[in-house]
């Protein structure tokens, strides 16, 4: 795994050379109910791009082009106004984010058939394809602590659905145990990783799906419900 996240940052360094921005960081293999399915027992980051996220106001399109092997991820994205402090308790990560929303992750992999073993998906770019960012949420109209967040976030669940149809339902619990507890388990990663940028104002990163991952294809319509927190979110698949 070391030098699978050496690998990804040399990945990451190419990526900027070119003229590519940082937009943050995703989470992956968070939810410990798929990881049987996977093979894969343990959750991993990657870099986000400028050039790999969007925003919209509750519905928007993604284009697959040039995608492997696409999948979907209904997810809760976090932003930062400011860097967290070393050694930073979850009352100290609410401090630091501005705002909450959700996103459908769309990720991919190069291996076939979706067969891979954690070190391969860190040194393939942590499967990240596309985020698509829905409306934003200020903390501080959620919630009035860390505790009060972290038991809504547990608590919220998602119904996923595609083309009308109901596909499945998660609860912000799987991922694990709430968001923003997947938060604090990657700052720590983060932080622990050698040559790794450390997170800032301004950052963005999704902390894992809360469903499997849905093979999609162009012009299906996929669509996020949530019971509680974050607001619905649509997308069309070009």
Known sequence: MPSAYA???AVRALRIRRGERPAGYKIGFTNRTIWSRYAVFT???GSMWNTTVAECDGAGTVSLSHLCQPRIEPEAVFGFKAAPRANASLDDLFASIDW?????????????DWKFTAPQT???AGLHGRLLVGPKVR?????GSADELDRALAGARVRL???GALVEEGVGANVLDSPLRALMYFLVELRSCPGATDLAAGDIVTTGT??????VQPGEHWTA???AVLPALDVRFE
Do not use: C, K, M
């Open 7 to 9: 690998a990804a940052l």
């Open 43 to 45: 959750p991993i980051w």
């Open 100 to 112: 909450i929303a959700p996103g459908f992750e769309v990720v991919q992999s190069h291996l076939p």
């Open 122 to 124: 860190v040194a393939d």
């Open 139 to 143: 903390i501080v109209e959620l919630a």
């Open 161 to 163: 659905g595609s083309n």
């Open 210 to 215: 809360w469903t499997d991952a849905w093979p």
């Open 225 to 227: 419900r949530f019971s």
